[in-house]
């Protein structure tokens, strides 16, 4: 299996499936979880120098930190039913807990904090929907935490794309401090596929090809994109859904499209 592939696992003692650090990448600023937890199940664990998004992936619980509290939220029972979901902002040097209302899963996304920002509840209203690409490459996007909403690094997002369409398309990177052209941003894929048993195709590569690989994804996988282009396949018959997580240096997303495949958006704005 690629390197670039963390696979999902059952869940251990606390609910944890699938983890990375910046120590088990190899790179310095994006954390990413997730924890499957049944009802009445409790996570708590403290922030230290990393602020949070927690993402209620499906289900619904009841989160707070030191000094907020939000009962019971959470709305949708799968990711699939496309809503947009609720989410948390916790900074750094604060404590979550988060205790399961009904079975839940849910993504923690780290990156270093500031101290800017205070907790904070993301509901569904505050999620920035849109359809991006057209054709084949049309796909539906969750702005969950953009760079237009506060916070010290972390850029997070999620994304349906229907069966037989790509996504991430044309393929582009973010892997140089270039501003304002192209920021270097660290990013992870949490990849979903619906019906469970499908798969979805990711390639990472670099334009001299040092780094070249195409991955196989199953459901519940998470792909570690540290530099390079990166789109996404979805074969027909499957839906794909994966959350993203980015951080770097500057909290800006500035992106640069592979030169020999750019021409492809020209066709869509004809």
């Known amino acids: 299996m690629s390197k670039l592939v963390v696979p999902s696992r059952h869940p251990d003692e606390t609910g944890n499936v699938v983890r990375v650090t910046p120590e088990s990448a190899g790179w310095e600023y994006v954390g990413f979880e997730v924890y499957a937890l049944h009802t009445g199940q409790t996570l708590r664990k403290e922030t230290g120098e990393q602020e949070v998004c927690i993402v209620l992936l499906q289900g619904r619980a009841t989160?707070?930190?030191?000094?907020?509290?939000?009962d019971d939220i959470g709305q949708r029972m799968n990711v699939f039913e496309k809503t947009p979901p609720y989410a948390v902002y916790i900074p750094d040097h604060d404590v979550y807990e988060i205790e399961a209302v009904t079975d839940v899963q849910c993504a923690i996304c780290a990156?270093?904090?500031?101290?800017?920002?205070?907790?904070?509840?993301?509901?569904?209203?505050?999620?920035?929907?849109?359809?991006?690409?057209?054709?084949?490459?049309?796909r539906r996007i969750h702005n969950i935490l953009p760079?237009?909403?506060?916070?010290?690094?972390?850029?997070?997002?999620?994304?349906?794309?229907?069966?037989?369409?790509?996504?991430?398309?044309?393929?582009?990177?973010?892997?140089?401090?270039?501003?304002?052209?192209?920021?270097?941003?660290?990013?992870?894929?949490?990849?979903?596929?619906?019906?469970?048993?499908?798969?979805?195709?990711?390639?990472v590569y670099t334009d001299d090809r040092s780094l070249d690989e195409t991955m196989v994804v199953n459901d519940g996988d998470v792909v570690l994109v540290p530099k390079g282009y990166h789109p996404v396949s979805v074969p027909p018959?499957?839906?794909?859904?994966?959350?993203?997580?980015?951080?770097?240096?500057?909290?800006?997303?500035?992106?640069?499209?592979?030169?020999?495949?750019?021409?492809?958006?020209?066709?869509?704005?004809?």
């Open 147 to 203: 760079e237009q909403q506060p916070a010290d690094s972390l850029l997070v997002v999620e994304v349906f794309t229907p069966d037989g369409h790509w996504s991430s398309y044309p393929p582009h990177k973010h892997d140089r401090e270039n501003l304002p052209h192209e920021s270097y941003l660290e990013e992870t894929y949490y990849h979903k596929v619906h019906p469970v048993g499908g798969f979805v195709v990711q390639r």
């Open 63 to 70: 989160v707070s930190s030191k000094h907020c509290k939000w």
């Open 237 to 270: 018959g499957y839906e794909g859904y994966y959350l993203n997580v980015m951080a770097g240096p500057v909290r800006t997303w500035k992106f640069h499209n592979d030169p020999d495949h750019a021409w492809i958006m020209e066709t869509f704005q004809k």
């Open 111 to 138: 990156a270093p904090g500031k101290g800017n920002h205070e907790a904070r509840l993301i509901a569904p209203d505050d999620v920035g929907v849109e359809i991006r690409g057209a054709g084949n490459i049309e």
